[in-house]
């Protein structure tokens, strides 16, 4: 009852404090970057099974044998490896992949992802979260 009760106290004070926030993702223009491939990786598509002996004691004291079948499925990737300004990142598309070449440069198109805090309409804060890769302004029709 105590805890209810400092719950009850508490909760409004909580929202008075906090106000009506409202947290929603925004989106940059679209901004554009020098890249240099440093990396192009492949891995081939791939295909394994193993079977292997298992035993053990049941929950009725009784030794039990049987075997194990395992089947991997490892998926074709082609990977870039990017240099920028603000580091490295990884780009898996193979449409891309089979066009750049490892040390070229090329222009990068991106937007950049904000969490934008407003009180009711009044802007509070941004914080960047993430970069989203469109393409590379050299090849327009891979653009996405």
């Known amino acids: 009852m105590k805890r209810l009760l400092i719950f009850l106290i508490l909760l409004p004070l909580f929202l008075i404090i906090t106000g009506c926030q409202k947290i929603v993702t925004e ?8 890249v240099t491939v440093t990396e192009l ?5 791939s295909h394994g099974t193993a079977v292997s002996p298992t035993g053990g004691i049941t929950g009725s004291g009784e030794i039990g044998m049987g075997l194990t079948v395992t089947s991997v499925n490892i998926k074709e990737e082609f990977t870039i490896l990017f240099q ?3 580091g490295n990142f990884v780009i898996k598309r193979p449409d891309l992949w089979k066009k750049v070449y490892k040390g070229k440069t090329y222009t990068c ?8 805090t407003y009180d009711d309409d ?3 804060s941004r914080e960047l979260i993430d970069y989203d890769f469109l393409g590379l302004k050299e090849f327009p029709e891979l653009l996405r």
């Open 41 to 45: 990786i492949y891995v081939p598509a």
């Open 109 to 116: 198109l991106y937007k950049e992802t904000y969490r934008t």
């Open 27 to 34: 989106h940059s223009d679209i901004l554009e970057e020098q």
């Open 84 to 86: 920028c300004q603000h």
């Open 122 to 124: 009044q802007f509070i």
